[in-house]
């Protein structure tokens, strides 16, 4: 069984699902998407994404017209295997077609970019073996780039605040919970891990926190302290 939070930005809320390996992702196409394909590598007992990833995974799917192999979609921040401000730590982002052919992964390719749904696909050149595409949201807290993470402070909901809430329970600056909600237990959290390191402790997750705590945690492995 899993836990699936989903983030709605329409109605900025936090949906949860109580769902079994072999049950339909929420929202998605069909039976395009179960919770073992988009759990991919990840142990985790608890997902989350949003309904634009899914809706962007839809029209995806339905322009492709068969089934997509998915290699990496959801992991956590502390399991590792990707970059350190990873969309797939967010729950926006898959890996596809590790095991088909050139001409294959191309047409998935296509389908991907047709669609215009994806904030990014990558380019085949990049990816020689798969096809990559993500669904990420909100302005990158580091300027210059059109990847990373947002600014988030106290009030946000989203699923970025749950990769906060996750690397700094990692950490052991426990948030209290894990529900992508930034309260006040979530900016004391920040607030100690900011004065720890030395930077600004103004409660606020910006570009400086974001790299910081996002090189600490990254494939750390399951600690004490982390929550589900």
């Known amino acids: ?17 109580n769902l079994t390996e072999n049950d339909v992702m929420p929202y998605a196409y069909g039976t395009s998407l179960r919770v073992k394909e988009f759990r991919g590598s990840s142990n985790s007992s608890v997902l989350w994404t949003t309904t634009a990833a899914m809706e962007a995974w839809n029209l995806t ?19 590792g295997g990707h970059g350190t401000r990873s969309q797939h730590y967010a729950g ?6 590790q ?15 047709k669609t215009g749904a994806w ?18 949201y909100g302005v990158p807290a580091c300027r210059g780039t059109t990847a990373g993470y947002p600014t988030l402070r106290r009030g946000c909901t989203n699923t970025y605040v749950l990769i906060l809430q996750d690397a700094l329970n990692a950490l052991g600056y426990v948030c209290g919970s894990l529900d ?15 004065k720890r390191v030395g930077l600004t402790n103004d409660g606020v997750c910006g570009c400086n926190t974001w790299k910081k705590l996002s090189a600490a945690v990254v494939g750390i492995g399951r600690t004490k302290t982390v929550l589900d």
């Open 119 to 136: 904030g990014y696909v990558e380019p085949l050149s990049m990816t020689p073996t798969w096809v990559h595409f993500d669904r990420r």
């Open 61 to 79: 799917r339905r322009s492709y017209g068969k089934g997509i192999y998915v290699g990496y979609a959801f992991k956590r921040i502390w399991e």
């Open 1 to 17: 069984m899993a836990k699936i939070f989903v983030y709605d930005a329409y109605t900025n809320r936090m949906l949860t699902y």
């Open 99 to 113: 095991n088909t052919t050139a001409a294959a992964r191309r047409q998935i390719w296509n389908a991907a970019s």
């Open 92 to 97: 926006v982002a898959f890996d596809v077609g």
């Open 180 to 194: 992508g909600k930034f309260g006040a237990r979530t900016e004391n959290a920040l607030k100690a891990y900011q």
